[in-house]
Nanobody, 125 residues
C-alpha cells in the first residue's frame, strides 16, 4: 500500500484555477496508477481523472475534459491535478487514489487500494 496526502484545495471564484497536489509515500510510487476523485455534499464519490505509471494513459470524466489536467512526477512521488475554468459545480472534497491497475481507478472505485484524506475545493459564483 501507499500513503497519500493531498494539498492545494481552497476557495476560488468561478473561472479561476487551482492546482491540487498529492504526495505519496511507501512502496514504489511508479508501480501505481494514480487518480483523482471528488465527492460533493449529498452525492456519491465520482471519478475525475486517472494516469497510468508513466503518463502514457490518461483519462478524464466528461465533466472536466478540457479544463482539468492530471500529471505525475515519479522522481518526487507526486501527482497533480491542474484545474482551470472552475465552476461552482466543481465544489467538492477531492481525493487522490492509487492502485496497481488504472482500470480499477477508472471503473471500480470500491476496489481502489489506497486513498488520501481529501482536500476541500470550493468554487464561488
Amino acid at each position: 500500500q501507499v500513503q497519500l496526502v493531498e494539498s492545494g484545495g481552497g476557495l476560488v471564484q468561478a473561472g479561476g484555477s487551482l492546482r491540487l497536489s498529492c504526495a505519496a509515500s511507501g512502496r514504489a510510487f511508479s508501480n501505481y496508477a494514480m487518480g483523482w476523485f471528488r465527492q460533493a455534499p449529498g452525492k456519491e464519490r465520482e471519478f475525475v481523472a486517472a494516469i497510468n505509471w508513466n503518463g502514457g494513459r490518461i483519462y478524464y470524466a466528461d465533466s472536466v475534459k478540457g479544463r482539468f489536467t492530471i500529471s505525475r512526477d515519479n522522481v518526487k512521488n507526486m501527482v497533480y491535478l491542474q484545474m482551470n475554468s472552475l465552476k461552482p459545480e466543481d465544489t467538492a472534497v477531492y481525493s487522490c487514489a492509487a492502485d496497481s491497475l488504472i482500470d480499477t481507478i477508472i471503473s471500480n472505485l470500491s476496489r481502489v487500494g489506497s486513498w488520501g484524506q481529501g482536500t476541500q475545493v470550493t468554487v464561488s459564483s
